[in-house]
């Protein structure tokens, strides 16, 4: 089952802020965030790990609430160039290794216009 | 940098057409993967690889084979096109990790979009 991310769709004028959501209900060992521009391939953004480990971009954070299977991407003092698609990629462990197989939710449109 | 390709930016099949998306990756990744995107419904996994020879079922295996005969490279097979197949088909590797270290990040190709007539 995909992952629920939301808004489905987000528009902002620059400088502003934006949170997006990424929900599971499988227990989850990290998520991954990923950003698509038009016409292109998806591009990484961010990984977090069980347990707070946090690796990312320096002008987006991100957080991952264990206990409730959620995770936030934080984008802050938006540009244009923040304009994209975003997708949660979430990976479960359930015995050993997950080969490196990520779910991915229907993801968020984020529009900055100027 | 890595780099993932695929052998058709644009392509056009008709019913029943026998398809191959060919998918090369240039940095002894162990892991592949194959994606279709539909709007709405993000990225969906069809099959993945970890190895040379194996396969695994993604979430919608259906109406697809894959194949790995080499490392670097990993094939999506359409049996029998059908017009339900006309999406964005997306490649993509990661380094295999073991332990309890994250997941490797996953590197795409461009896409390839197919339109089944």
């Known amino acids: 089952q995909q992952p629920v991310q939301s808004p489905q769709a987000v528009i902002l004028r620059e400088g502003e802020d934006a949170v997006i959501n990424c929900s599971s209900s499988?227990?989850?060992?990290?998520v991954h965030w990923y950003r698509q521009k038009h016409g292109e391939a998806p591009v990484f953004l961010m990984i977090?790990?069980?347990?707070?480990e946090q690796k990312g971009h320096e002008k987006i954070s991100a957080s991952f609430n264990e206990k409730k299977q959620q995770s936030s991407l934080y984008l802050t003092a938006s540009q244009l160039s923040y304009s994209g698609t975003y997708f949660c990629?979430?990976?479960?462990?359930?015995?050993?290794?997950?080969?490196?197989?990520?779910?991915f939710g229907q993801g968020t449109i984020l529009t900055v216009h100027p | 940098d890595v780099k993932v390709t695929q052998s058709s930016r644009y392509l056009v099949k008709r019913t029943g057409e026998k398809v191959f998306l060919e998918c090369v990756q240039d940095?002894?990744?162990?892991?592949m993967f194959w994606y279709r995107q539909d709007p709405g419904l993000g990225l969906r996994l069809i099959y993945f690889?970890?190895?040379?020879?194996?396969?695994e079922k993604g979430d919608i295996p259906e109406g697809y084979s894959v194949s790995r005969e080499k490392k670097e490279r990993f094939s999506l097979i359409l049996e029998s096109a059908s017009t339900n197949q006309t999406s964005m088909y997306l490649c993509?590797?990661?380094?295999?990790?073991?332990?309890?270290?994250?997941?490797?990040?996953?590197?795409f190709g461009p896409g390839t979009r197919l339109t089944v007539l």
């Open positions: 499988k227990a989850l060992y990290s």
């Open positions: 990629g979430t990976e479960e462990r359930a015995g050993g290794t997950s080969y490196g197989k990520l779910t």
């Open positions: 940095m002894d990744h162990e892991n």
């Open positions: 690889s970890y190895d040379v020879k194996m396969k």
């Open positions: 977090l790990l069980k347990g707070g």
């Open positions: 993509a590797s990661s380094l295999l990790t073991t332990g309890t270290g994250s997941t490797d990040t996953q590197y």
